[in-house]
């Protein structure tokens, strides 16, 4: 499983985990979270009122390559958690000119 939407499109709220691969407990709260919903769908008005003015986006592993590997960068050697929007004044958030070039590890773990 890669990506579990439901609602409408928007807003959203998101719950991701699994950026390096070698955080595994994340993946298991998102998705523990994810089974909640799934049952709350059975009976919960509330919930059902909810979506329909939200969506709710589940990415339990964003690094499925890096888990595989149990490496923290992908495999290619990226360090996804190291690519942060960086804000300057005055501007919108954007990748920094210093990380143009997605970051890499130089070790695992």
Do not use: K
């Not at 996804?80 to 695992?108: D, E, K, V, Y």
């Amino acid at each position: 499983m890669y990506r579990v939407a439901i609602g409408n499109p928007s807003p959203a709220v998101g719950f991701f985990s699994g950026v390096p691969g070698v955080e595994r407990i994340g993946s298991d709260v998102v998705l523990s979270h994810l089974r909640s919903v799934a049952t709350r769908l059975r009976w919960d008005e509330t919930l059902h009122n909810q979506l329909a003015t939200m969506r709710m986006v589940f990415m339990p592993i964003v690094n499925p390559g890096g888990l595989s590997l149990g490496a923290r960068c992908n495999p290619a050697g990226a360090d996804l958690g190291a690519m942060r929007p960086s804000r300057r004044a005055n501007r919108p958030p954007s990748l920094s000119a210093a990380s143009a070039r997605p970051p890499t590890c130089s070790t695992t773990g």
